[in-house]
């Protein structure tokens, strides 16, 4: 069973297509087409809410207020008005994110999933990134199980770009945390370990190339 | 030129013109009497029982300062008495040796000799010197001047004759014609003077008559202070007043014509007043109806995003053209929001809600709108943030529709295989870049800096789609104005359009983020 989302829209057809897509993409949508308070039971299941402002009955900005006052479940607000008031007040309030009206819903599903994804634990020595397996301590990485030799430097990219999973990190930052600060046509030289360490962790697609911006550890796997 | 010293110099202006005719009207005045009181004078002396006969007598000898007469006879012939006749001529007519005295020393004696004149208290001219001519301007005396000019040809027309503009000087002399027309005597040259000093005819002689006048001036200049104070005190009232939007009232003292100004102001500060507040209200009115309409046209058109993305998803054939219809609804969605950003910004004085605003977060946003139909038109978007957040105060809004318009740019003006990339950096120090590249088509150079002017298309932009006002860079532009935030335009080494934002972050708590307590 999925996690539970509870969706309060009173637009009928805009509130229909979110739990739509949301259970398409794994989650257990609740739908409320009224504005009213979040019982405290109501929100100890829940994993997210989605929250629209103009709302018949209570306003959202009030629910919001009432349920910060009880619970620290993640709360995204649904923005119609380019206002920035609302959604100044909505983040003072406790909301964790915004989004404006109009969206497109694989947008929403990645702006959901991008709330409920649990960052990696990185008090831990031992990363895991899709297929990789990575262990700080010892210095030893795992393609599926399988042990791949790594070069200093290569470990090294390996970790800063498992630092941030899935996010583009740029040539300069990763030159930094590889080969160490200030040196000559470093982003040149990190291409060349790039290159050989996309060799040795072959067949898998873990290093994508950024365009304009650097690398990137895939965290799905490549399709 | 200020009131009170323009007031002075008119005072001024007109006080010396008008002590000057006076003067100089004075001046003719007392000509005139001095030629009158000769002239009554010399017909007096003649026409005295002996006086014509004294000077038929001898006329080479008469002639020169006489001594006082009898004064002239009264207006009804008073009948010669024996008593006149028997008179003693006293000084008819000068003695040779007398002539001759230096003139002073003559008057003074004659001074002496003579009676005290009449003292009504008035300072007098010197006496009197009477010379007789013929009908032809001679004179037998050769002492006589000669007698030419104006005075000659003015006796030739009337009874008594003087010199025009006489009153320049205190000389005085005229010819007067005697009643009996012939002889040796006929016309007699009298010369005097006028009375010395240089008032007295109409002005009073001493020049007490000054004191009223400088009075007058003291007291204009008095009475002007409290009115120019008044009126000072008045524009000071609305000037600020009208420095706070007339919504303070002009202050309103006395009931004169300065009150009656301060109540003019009053009055039209009350009616500044409330065009300004309909003007607002109508602003107010249209943005409030902005804004609803905003939010109603937004709720609409997520829906049609959701059934075009769900056609799309089911679609085996047309996906071309729900791509790009897809785009097109995209596309009003950004004009939408332009719009009502256009409509903040746009006001005499924009609104700006600046709060710390987590631009890493903002960008993430940015990409999380465009990305799907990035991918739908085969743009690959990416963006690279910093590991540690970067704030900057804006207002979120507006800020994150600059940065959202520069990247619809670079993926609209864009095509399937192409790359648009937003790289968030810390750069030195204390700022941020936050820079947007692409590798589409790109601008001239040539055209880089008119990217931002509102209404302006590259025409390569042109040709290729229609792009509504050409508002987005134009916003994009103002609200990093409106920020203090730096708006560059740059062709990367391989083509395309590369934007870069930049300014000075935020150090504080960000408002827009409760991230951290809830992970």
Known sequence: ?????????????????????????????????????????????????????????????????????????????????????????????????????????????????????????????????????????????????????????????????????????????????????????????????ASRLRKKLAPEECIETVWGIGYRLRVEPSP | MKLRLRLALTTIAVTIPMVVGLVLFDAVARHRAAEEALAGYTLARMQEPGGRDRCEADPSRWGGELGPGRGPPPEHARPRSAEDDERPPDGGGPTDAEARRPPGHGEREAEARRPPPPDDGRPRGRPAVLYAYD????????????????????????????????????????????????????????????????????LPPTRIWLAPLVALFAAVLLALGPIVGRIRRLTEAVRRSASASYASPVPVDGDDEIGELARAFDAAGREVRAQLAAKDRRELALREFLANTTHDVMIPLT????????????????????????????????????????????????????????????????????????????VELDGGVPEAPVRVAADVTLLEQAVSNVVYNAIRHNRAGGHAAVLLEHVAGDRFRLRVVDDGPGVPPAELARLAERGFRSDAARTRTPDGQGLGLHIAARVAALHGIGLAFATPPGGGLQVDFTGVCHFGEAADSTQEAHL
Request: charged share 25%; glycine share 8%.
């Open chain 1, 1 to 193: 069973m999925g996690e539970r989302v509870l969706v309060i829209e009173d637009d009928r057809e805009l509130g229909r297509q979110i739990v739509l897509h949301l259970r398409r993409a794994g989650y257990e949508p609740t739908w409320w087409t009224e504005g009213r308070a979040i019982a405290a039971e109501e929100a100890a299941g829940l994993a997210l809410v989605i929250l629209d402002l103009m709302l018949p009955g209570t306003h959202g900005l009030d629910i919001l207020r009432e349920l910060r006052a009880r619970a620290d479940v993640p709360v995204l607000v649904l923005s119609a008005r380019a206002d920035t008031m609302d959604k100044v007040g909505a983040l003072k309030l406790g909301a964790d994110d915004y989004m404006t009206k109009p969206f497109w819903p694989e947008e929403l599903v990645e702006r959901v999933r991008a709330r409920l994804r649990r960052p990696a634990l990185q008090r831990s020595d031992t990363l895991t990134v899709g297929p990789l397996t990575i262990d700080r301590a010892g210095r030893t990485v795992q393609v599926r199980g399988r042990a791949v030799e790594l070069t200093r430097v290569e470990f090294d990219f390996l970790v800063a770009l498992a630092r941030r999973p899935g996010a583009a990190v740029t040539r300069s930052w990763l030159a930094e945390q590889a080969l160490g600060p200030e040196r000559e046509g470093s982003e040149r030289t990190l291409d060349v370990h």
């Open chain 2, 135 to 202: 009908l032809q301007l001679r004179s037998a005396n050769p002492a006589a001047p000669t007698i030419g000019g104006p005075l000659a040809a003015a006796i030739a027309t009337s009874e008594v004759a003087t010199w025009p503009r006489a009153w320049v000087g205190a000389e005085v002399e005229i010819l007067v014609r005697m009643p009996w027309q012939s002889g040796p005597c006929a016309l007699v040259l009298a010369q005097g003077s006028t009375v010395p000093g240089w008032l007295g005819a109409v």
């Open chain 2, 303 to 378: 829906v049609l995003q959701g059934h075009l993305s769900e056609l799309l998803a089911g679609a085996e054939q047309g996906r071309g053209a729900l791509v790009a219809a897809m785009a097109e609804a995209h596309y009003i969605a950004a004009i939408v929001h332009n719009l009502a950003v256009m409509a903040k910004i746009d006001a005499e004085v924009p609104r700006l809600h600046r709060e710390p605003v987590a631009l890493d977060e903002l960008v993430e946003r940015v990409l999380a709108r465009h990305r799907p139909i990035a991918r739908r038109l085969g």
